[in-house]
C-alpha cells in the first residue's frame, strides 16, 4: 500500500524472530523505497548470507547497491567472492571493470572481456571496449572487437573498433568496405562521423589535421572554468623549478626512454627537481636493468586510484606537469584534468593536439608545429630550435658491421626498408611503393613483420598491386642491438604515411641508415621531416607523394649519393643536433622557464620559441 515507514517498523519487530532471507530481502526492498540505499545492500547481504536458493541474486543486488552509493570496497568484496561466476555474469563482470580500471588494476579483469563483449547492454559493451586497448595482439582482443561489431553494426563506434584490429594486421580487403562508408560519410559533408572514432587510431589512417579534432572517443570535455581556476589557484614557487613528469614507460627498454633517458640524466640538479609520477606495470619494471633515481625521483602511482592521483603530486608541489603518454595506450592523461599543478605540458608520446585534456603547451618544433597548424590545438605551442624529439647517445648500441647474406638479401639489388608498425602501412603506402618498384627494377623491398599474418595480407596486398613475390623480403623483429646493426643492410629507409617513423626513423639514422620521407599534412606525417632536418638530411624530404616516389626512384640509380648520405650519418652522429642530448635538454630547461616565469607573472600562457644555442664546431660528449 506505500506505507513504508510503518512497514518498517514492523519488519523491525519480525527481524528479531526471524532471521531469514526472506525477510531480510523484504528489508532491503523497504530501505530501498525509503531511499536508503546504502543500508538496502547491506541487508541483500545478510540476505545472501543465508545461502538460500536466491542467495547469488542478494549478492548481485547488494553489489549493485554498493557500487551505486560509490561504496567500491564493500561492492568488491563481494564481487570477488563471486568472481568465478562474473565472468558468466555482465552485471558484476561490469562493477569489476568499472572499479579496477579506475585503480589501474588491468591485469585481474582480463578474463572478463568475453561476457561483457557478448551482453546487450551497451554499457556493458562500452566497459568491453575499454579493455581492448593493451594488447592487440592479443586474439581475445580482436574477438571482442568482432562481437561488439556484429551485434551493433550501425553503431560507429563499433566499426571504428574493429578497423582497428583490420588496420593492425593488414586486412586491407576487409578494412576497406568498412573504411569506405566512412570516407563517403566525411565526403557527404558528415565529419562528426569521426567522433566515434579513437585519436591514437584515427591518426593511422587521416593526416587531415582539421579532421583530427574530432575524434572523441574516451576525451572528456574540456571545462574552461576549471582550467581557469588552476592556473589561479595560490602555489609556492621555491629557487628551483619542479618538474614532474607522468608515464608508464619509466623503463629503459621502452622506446620513450631510448629517446629521453639521457636527457632525464642530464637534467640541471642546481635549477631543477624531477619527480617521475610513474605508471609502469610490474611486469615491464622486471625487465628494466638501470638505476631509474638517475632520472629523478620516482614516484609509484601505478595502483592508486586516478582520483588520488592528485593529493600525490600536491604533495610534491610541483610546478611544470608534463604529460608523455596523450591518447596512447596505458594513458592517464585525463588526471590533468584536475589541477595538478600551475603549467600542464604535453611532450613526445602523441603526435597530435591531446583532445579534452587541460594542458597549456605542446612541445614540438617549426616542421611538425608550424603556424598553420596553430588553429587546430586548444595548446599553445613551445617550438624547440631543431627537432621536438630528444635521443639517447650514450645507451644506444653503436652499430657493427653486417652482411647482407644474414637477412637473406640479395647483394647486387637496391634495398628500401621499412621497419615501421605494420598498422602504419596503409593501402595507400603499399601502392606507392609498389609504383616504386616498378620504375626501380634493380631493387627490393626490405619489411620487418609482427605476425605470419601481417606478412600473409602484405604478400597478398603487393601481389594485387603486380609486385612479383621475390621482391619483397621479409623478416621479424629481432633484440635491439641486432636491429640497430642490421639497419646498415639496407640502402635506404622508406617512410609510411600519415604516421611516419618516430623513434624507428631516429634509430634508422642513428643506425646509418638514411630515410626517405615527404612533407605531412599533421604533426604525425611530419615528424621525419624534423628529424631529417636535425641531422642535415633536408633533401631526403619529397615534396608530395609524387616528389617522394620520384627520389626514390632517382636514388636507385645513384648508389654513390647513398654512400655519400651514409657517410654524412656517420660524421654527424656525434655532433648534429638529432643526437645531442646535452643541446637538447638546455634547451628544454629554456622551455621550462619561460613557461614557469609566465605563469609566476599570472599572464596566460602563450606560443613560445625558444632561442637555439651556438651550433657545435667539437663533438658533443657521448656518455
Known sequence: MGRYTKSLATLNQLIDVQKDAKTYALLAKNLLQLGFKSDAAKSYSLAAKSEGPNSYEYHKLAARLHFECGEEDEALVICMRNFEKAQRDPDLAFILVSVFLGRQQRDLIQ?????????????????????????????????????????????????????????????????????????????????????????????????????????????????????????????????????????SDFWDNHATMKLMQRVLELHDRDKFEIVLFDHSGPLALQTNKTDRSKWGTVVDIHSIADKDVLQVVRDHNIDIMVDLKGHTADSRAHTFNMPLAPVHVAWLGFPGSTLGIDLDYVIGDHFVLPDVAKPFYHEKFCRMPESYQPNDPANRPQP?????????????????????????ITPEAIASWARILKRAPNSVLWLMTTSPRNEGNLRK??????????????????????????????????????????????????????????????????????????????????????????????????????????????????????????????????????????????????????PALPARTEPFPSA
Open 400 to 424: 657493427r658491421p653486417v652482411t647482407r647474406d644474414q637477412f637473406g638479401l640479395p647483394e647486387d639489388a637496391f634495398v628500401f626498408a621499412s621497419f615501421n608498425g605494420n598498422r602504419k
Open 111 to 247: 578474463p572478463l572481456k568475453n561476457v561483457l563483449s557478448e551482453s546487450s547492454n551497451r554499457e556493458h559493451l562500452a566497459a568491453a571496449a575499454k579493455l581492448v586497448s593493451n594488447d592487440l595482439s592479443d586474439a581475445s582482443n580482436e574477438l571482442l572487437a568482432r562481437n561488439i561489431f556484429k551485434r551493433f553494426p550501425k553503431d560507429y563506434s563499433a566499426r571504428f573498433l574493429y578497423l582497428i584490429f583490420l588496420r593492425e594486421f593488414n586486412d586491407y580487403e576487409e578494412a576497406q568496405k568498412h573504411q569506405k562508408v566512412v570516407d563517403d560519410l566525411v565526403a557527404g559533408g558528415r565529419p562528426e562521423v569521426l567522433q566515434k572514432d579513437h585519436p591514437f587510431y584515427h591518426l593511422h589512417w587521416c593526416g587531415n589535421e582539421d579532421h583530427n579534432r574530432y575524434p572523441t572517443v574516451g576525451v572528456p570535455k574540456l571545462d574552461p572554468e576549471k582550467i581557469a581556476l588552476r592556473r589561479g589557484l595560490p602555489h609556492a614557487w621555491a629557487g628551483k623549478i619542479r618538474v614532474g613528469y607522468m608515464s
Open 461 to 610: 596486398a603487393f601481389q594485387a598491386e603486380s609486385v612479383p613475390t621475390d621482391r619483397i623480403v621479409f623478416c621479424k623483429r629481432s633484440a635491439y642491438e641486432e636491429h640497430i646493426s642490421r639497419l646498415q643492410a639496407a640502402d635506404i629507409g622508406i617512410d609510411t604515411f600519415p604516421v611516419n617513423g618516430h623513434t624507428t626513423t631516429s634509430e634508422q639514422l642513428w643506425g646509418g641508415l638514411p630515410v626517405l620521407t615527404m612533407k605531412g599534412t599533421n604533426f604525425a606525417s611530419r615528424v621525419s621531416e624534423s628529424l631529417l632536418n636535425a641531422i642535415g638530411l633536408p633533401e631526403l624530404v619529397g615534396a608530395d607523394l609524387q616528389g617522394y616516389e620520384d627520389l626514390a626512384v632517382e636514388l636507385a640509380a645513384q648508389p654513390e649519393k647513398i654512400a655519400g648520405y651514409k657517410a654524412h650519418l656517420a660524421e654527424q652522429r656525434y655532433i648534429a643536433p638529432l643526437f645531442d642530448a646535452e643541446r637538447f635538454c638546455r634547451h628544454l630547461e629554456q622551455a621550462y622557464e619561460t613557461m614557469a616565469e609566465r605563469a609566476k607573472q599570472g599572464e596566460a600562457p602563450d606560443h613560445f620559441d625558444v
